[in-house]
């Protein structure tokens, strides 16, 4: 089950690096396939990782101070979106943040220190699914499930972070982000922590892949389409219901 996992973790970190080639899924109005794919991600939180969270609050509740919480999952997804909704909302006013000089040094120190707090939080964010791949699915169709909805929310995180950092991002970031990958996943093999650590952590990310996928949907700007949409979050819903 490792190798598999491994080939998991690979083929998520190539997403990052090969995504910025389907230059067809740079348009406006938005491509189908990333409103799919966003779709889908969500259909995966709504349809998997929700009810998931209630054995993930069984195993927080019996741990240390965190029973004295009565819904502790849920508040971590909360905390988990509400990150991820602060780092964009720091992200977009710094970014507009006016500069003495239009152009020059102080534009491009400005520009580079947001990049790197937005580029390191989701590296974080991805070593946090290399983990999961390995502690929170242990049987190949729940591997695979994982693995499709993962893959499809980095895709449209690719697109939505090559958008904003441009240059920076495809010489520096979508390289760290995959590296983040595949050092979560060796955190994984090398590390074992107790349940309630991984529920915690499971917890957190699902707060943020709904955020992450939202922002990038909701938008008037990207022009987004709602029936693939629609249609993501419909097949996910038949995979994981009848397969």
């Not at 998991?8 to 990052?16: D, K």
């Not at 120190?109 to 989701?122: G, L, M, P, Y």
Request: contains cysteine; aromatic residues 14%; charged residues 15%.
């Amino acid at each position: 089950m490792e190798v598999l996992q491994l080939a998991f973790a690979m083929a998520l970190a190539a997403i990052h690096l090969f995504a910025g080639k389907l230059h067809r899924l740079d348009t406006l109005p938005r491509s189908a396939w990333l409103s799919f794919a966003g779709g889908f991600s969500v259909g995966y939180v709504f349809i998997h990782i929700f009810p998931e969270l209630n054995a993930a609050h069984r195993a927080i509740s019996d741990h240390g101070v965190l029973v004295l919480l009565e819904h502790n999952a849920y508040i971590v997804a909360l905390l988990g979106l509400a990150y991820f909704y602060g780092l964009e909302h720091w992200v977009k006013r710094r970014s507009r943040k006016p500069t003495i000089a239009s152009t020059g040094t102080k534009r491009v120190e400005n520009q580079k220190s947001v990049f790197w707090v937005h580029v390191v939080a989701f590296a974080i964010y991805n070593a946090l699914f290399g983990y999961l791949l390995v502690y929170r699915n242990t049987q190949l169709p729940s591997e695979l499930f994982f693995f499709l909805a993962m893959g499809f929310h980095f895709l449209v995180n690719d697109y939505g972070l090559a958008s904003h950092h441009r240059s920076l991002y495809a010489t520096q970031g979508r390289w760290i982000l995959a590296a983040a990958i595949v050092a979560g996943w060796a955190v994984g093999v090398l590390v074992e922590v107790a349940e309630a650590v991984t529920s915690l952590v499971y917890a957190f990310v699902a707060g943020g892949l709904i955020l992450n996928v939202l922002k990038e949907e909701l938008p008037e700007q990207r022009c987004s389409r709602f029936w693939p949409f629609a249609a993501g979050a419909f097949a996910c819903t038949l995979l994981l219901t009848f397969a």
